[in-house]
């Protein structure tokens, strides 16, 4: 695609509940990254996939957090059992190789309510 | 720990004002410096900056990196009401390629 897809814009969720979180990356993109941006934070990563490499998860805050990359495109960010404090803006990127070097490109995000 | 340190956070100018936003580091292993503005809520890549890069112009926007300061400053002038955004700045984190390290952003609002 011409851009970075994110899906949903918007989720409002109860506490308790699991929800996922979808990224569509640029086409062609080997690389892609999730941060997420709460209320008055910066961005904070969160995973990374690149390839068929393993992906570097050391950004997850807790096990309720999980992250796949199907076929090398589509991810999928997976928070179960959300309690508020996940509450945030959920940032997808992507870009061209592995490294800033080559710039990201990034998604409008999703932002997830929990209450 | 690494830090990345925006300020102002906050900043409200008229139209035509020129600013500067600030931007100080501490990683080890700088490799590279990237500011974003996030409009809404998709950052938009402005500038990066390396060693061998470390003056970007666009515009009316540019950037210097004083690598022996460890900070970077944004500077825009003759700021536009559409120039109204969050401007992020983010550092490579050391020992990583591809992962950055964000500061909190800088609330930019310009008033007609």
């Known amino acids: 695609g011409a851009g970075v897809s994110q899906s949903p814009s918007n989720k409002v969720t109860e506490k308790g509940k699991d929800v996922e979180l979808r990224c569509d990356p640029i086409?062609?993109?080997?690389?892609l990254y999730w941060y997420r941006q709460s209320l008055g934070q910066g961005l904070e990563f969160l995973i990374y996939f690149q390839g068929n490499s393993a992906p570097d998860k050391s950004g997850l805050p807790s096990d309720r957090f999980s992250a796949e990359r199907t076929g090398g495109s589509v991810s999928t960010l997976t928070i179960q059992r959300t309690q508020q404090e996940d509450s945030a803006v959920y940032l997808c990127?992507?870009?061209?190789?592995?490294?800033?070097?080559?710039?990201?490109?990034f998604g409008s995000g999703t932002r997830l309510t929990v209450v | 720990e690494d830090k990345v340190v925006q300020s102002p956070l906050s900043l409200v100018v008229h139209e035509g004002d020129t600013v500067t936003l600030n931007c100080s580091y501490e990683?080890?292993?700088?490799?590279?410096l990237l500011w974003y503005k996030q409009e809404k809520k998709a950052p938009t890549f402005l500038f990066m900056l390396?060693?061998?890069?470390i003056e970007k112009k666009s515009g009316r926007l540019s950037s210097i990196l004083d690598k022996k300061e460890l900070s970077s400053i944004l500077n825009i002038t003759a700021t536009q009401t559409g120039d109204s955004a969050i401007y992020l700045c983010?550092?490579?984190?050391?020992?990583?390629?591809?992962?950055?390290?964000f500061g909190k952003g800088t609330l930019l609002t310009v008033n007609p």
């Open positions: 983010a550092v490579g984190a050391p020992g990583s390629n591809y992962k950055l390290t």
């Open positions: 390396t060693s061998s890069g």
């Open positions: 086409s062609g993109h080997t690389a």
């Open positions: 990127a992507s870009s061209w190789g592995g490294t800033v070097l080559y710039g990201y490109t």
């Open positions: 990683v080890t292993n700088f490799r590279s």
